[in-house]
């Protein structure tokens, strides 16, 4: 064989591996390529102090949410949130620890029965996914304490009711240990770019844990601004499918107030499909011309 007819030979074979390599990197993206992921709402502002705790022996559920976007696909790995341990719940006696993710309704929801006021923006009827840290449950947790003895201005735990009763004007300031939990995700949460809510939810013997409100809007550098920057939500149980406004349907009010809740993300940002098709793509073009003018002076 000639050996002019050699190089070309070669040359495409390695053209050939290049674009099964990029191929296998549009079946299966790789964080090779990511970019750092980082969202916060910034610090406990002590305004709010709202229920959250997963059904535990018989117990009820309760759910508080705020919401997030992302703005392209991302493998959160990370995530802190701060709340009070009330009456004699220490970090000690947190026993179930469970992060939720939520869409924004009427994603993974039917048409929810009239019992409260509005489902517009509200979480889904159903979660998206969830970690805890249970056995296999994907989620490990460490505890911060803060602060001893920390005082929200007012409160919702007890008080969510189905209209007409659902405006209570909140269950009343509340005072505990202020907490940081951080949560490390062994199993990922990989999300596409959309609006989602977050929401931590912590049994505590003894007591109870309500998480902290954060700055509503947020402001940089503490937080991360993002629009439309929706308020938080809450439900329990027996509100199950349905939300209510934390802000607007139950503290209520002539100007009601609205709140964020205290949380951050992170993770790593992961490049588009199309992202490594144009990169690959580039690449083969420029060595398959390379290959070309070496042939034509062979």
């Avoid at 179930?96 to 979480?123: A, C, H, L, M």
């Avoid at 979660?127 to 920390?150: M, P």
């Avoid at 202020?178 to 995700?185: I, L, M």
Wanted: glycine share 10%; hydrophobic share 40%; net charge negative.
């Amino acid at each position: 064989m000639n050996v002019h007819m050699i190089r070309p030979v070669y040359q495409l074979a390695i053209i050939v591996c290049l674009i099964t390599g990029v191929s296998a990197q549009l079946a299966l993206p790789s964080a090779a390529g990511a970019e750092a992921f980082f969202f916060a709402t910034g610090a406990p502002n002590g305004l709010m102090a709202t229920g959250s705790a997963p059904s535990v022996s018989g117990s009820l559920e309760i759910e508080s949410a705020d919401d997030f976007v992302l703005n392209a696909p991302t493998v959160i790995n990370q995530a802190t949130f701060t709340g009070l341990l009330t009456g004699t719940a220490q970090t000690s006696t947190i026993g179930q620890v469970t992060v939720e993710i939520y869409r924004v309704f009427p994603n993974d929801s039917v048409n929810p029965p009239g019992t409260v006021p509005t489902r517009t923006n509200s979480p889904s009827d159903v979660a998206l996914t969830e970690r805890t840290n249970t056995a296999g449950g994907g989620l490990t947790v460490q505890t911060t304490l803060i602060s001893s003895s920390f005082t929200a201005a007012n409160s919702v735990l007890t008080g969510i009711h189905p209209i007409p009763n659902q405006t209570t004007g909140g269950d009343g300031a509340v005072t505990g240990r202020e907490v940081q939990f951080t949560v490390n995700f062994s199993n990922p949460l990989n999300l596409p770019a959309d609006h989602y809510f977050f929401v931590p939810q912590v049994q505590a013997s003894g007591g109870n844990f309500l998480w902290l409100s954060g700055p509503r809007p947020i402001v940089a550098p503490g937080g991360t601004p993002f629009t439309p920057d929706l308020q938080s939500w809450i439900r329990n149980g027996s509100l199950d499918p349905n939300w209510l406004r934390v802000g607007t349907d139950i503290v209520g009010g002539a100007t009601p107030p609205t709140f964020n809740g205290s949380f951050s993300l992170s993770g790593t940002i992961v490049p588009e499909p199309t992202t490594w098709l144009l990169l690959g793509s580039g690449l083969v073009g420029l060595l398959w011309r390379k290959a070309s003018m070496q042939n034509r002076r062979s």
